[in-house]
């Protein structure tokens, strides 16, 4: 991605003022500013493994940090959790981490997937792969609430939320609260 020198002259010289809070996996292939075609200074982006936001109070608070900066101070108006087909942290979930990786165990045990339905499925099948990674979208969307911060705003209707999955073969799917599923959004 290339852009003049006068255009990063004046993203320099400028306060950030991006829209729009993304949240996904720290995967190599799914790059926020790819799949949304965005420019420097229109997504203020936190990436993790398995694109978690643990619920409030939490012992992992980096993302709740990101959360109360991006709607206190940048006051952005939407927040994306963008999940993504074949995400390595949601087999993780489903088959169990490896005893080398403690960090990492921790980490992914703020999923409500890894504790809960994860035991009744097996990352075999692609099917139920897919199902968990949308279902892993769903859970945090469903944490967000959980800070007073985000709670406001949507009480204030200043604020929307949205779920996605990236499919690196098909892009994206985005959730349909109505319909209760992911599509494509040109399919609706
Ligand atoms: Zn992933």
Redesign the pocket.
Known sequence: MAHSRAFLDQLASEHQSPDTLYIG???SR?IPELLTTSAPGELFVVRN???LVPPADHAHSSVGAALEYAIQALHVSHIVVC??YG????KAMIEGVAPSMPELKSWLSEATLANAAARERTADSEEQWRDAVEENVLDQLANLPSYPCVRDRLAAKTLTLHGWVYDLKGGLHVYDHDAGVFREPSST
């Open positions: 996996c720290a995967d799914v493994v398995a694109n999940g993504h995400c390595g942290g949601v």
